[in-house]
């Protein structure tokens, strides 16, 4: 008789046991959950608004040589992406060189452009109607290779600086 009298016992633990094993689960598993929503919530604000979206060339660095100067672009996409990219045409033999890369998500304080063709890297920032040549911490650029023909007669150094202009 005491060995039925232990199989309720037993049984009463048993169902106990996992009657707090599912509490348990469920009160992490909430956790868990706001946990997870709070982090996408983090990630989606902390993305900063593009200034525009579409398609704007500049011309930061003037051209001397017959070569051709690069004309360069970007676009900014809705979902925060910016991709760069040159056309060249070689004005001697009139061959067009081009290349377009993706720079990742818009960042406001600067962004790296790495075109591999000719091995160039370097950092600008834009706004809605500028874009500037920066070095790595975002600081804006100052060089004779920035000045016009016009300038270079009166200064030293420019701004390395472009207007954005939509087509």
């Known amino acids: 008789m005491e060995i039925l009298s232990a199989y309720p016992i037993t049984g009463f633990l ?3 046991y996992c009657r707090n094993l599912i509490t348990f689960e469920k009160k992490y598993m909430k956790n868990i959950f ?3 929503i709070f982090c996408i919530s983090i990630l989606s604000f ?11 060339s500049f011309d930061i660095v003037q051209g001397y040589s017959g070569s051709g100067t690069p004309h360069y672009y970007l676009e900014v996409q809705k ?4 991709h760069f990219g040159y056309v060249q045409v070689n004005q001697a033999d009139q061959t067009e060189t081009t290349e377009e890369m993706n720079a990742g998500k818009y960042n406001p304080k600067v962004m790296k452009v790495t075109f591999k063709k000719y091995k160039e890297i ?3 920032k834009f706004d809605k109607n500028k874009i500037y040549l920066t070095d790595k911490d975002g600081n804006i650029q100052k060089s004779e290779d ?10 030293d150094t420019c701004t390395c600086e472009s207007e954005l202009y939509q087509r």
Do not use: H, I, W
């Open 122 to 124: 370097f950092y600008v």
């Open 46 to 56: 902390a993305q900063t608004k593009t200034p525009f979206t579409g398609y704007r």
């Open 14 to 16: 048993r169902f106990s």
């Open 79 to 82: 979902n925060g992406d910016v």
């Open 146 to 155: 920035c000045c016009s023909s016009m300038e270079s007669a009166t200064q």
């Open 34 to 36: 706001s946990l997870v």
